[in-house]
Nanobody, 114 residues
């Protein structure tokens, strides 16, 4: 029953910024742990950022200092603010929710290129 819908992906130049959103339904959002993962062509899906129910955050070393994860419990939405984007950030970005099970969105494409 849990549904996650991502939005905000697109094409951006190196050094640019992008903001991803994920709207969740069918779960106790405020209690759930939310995260962002990404999968680049030819690579395995990797962890990007995580935010716990009480807004405790963790980041992958590759994005720390550039990306910021946040949540708005009133809107059942988690965000990923991406700054200083690099070509290496190019990937499909997936929203993840953990609440008595793990759930995934369909993914949104982020392409960083000149």
């Amino acid at each position: 029953q849990v549904q996650l819908v991502e939005s905000g992906g697109g094409l951006v130049q190196p050094g640019g910024s992008l903001r991803l959103s994920c709207v969740a339904s069918g779960a106790a959002f405020s209690i759930s742990t939310m995260g962002w993962y990404r999968q680049a062509p030819g690579k395995e899906r990797e962890f990007v950022a995580r935010i716990a129910g009480r807004s405790s955050t963790n980041y992958a070393d590759s994005v720390k200092g550039r990306f910021t994860i946040s949540r708005d419990n009133a809107k059942n939405t988690v965000y990923l603010e991406m700054n200083s984007l690099k070509p290496e950030d190019t990937a499909v970005y997936y929203c993840n929710l953990v609440y008595f099970g793990a759930y995934w969105g369909q993914g949104t494409q982020v392409t960083v290129s000149s």
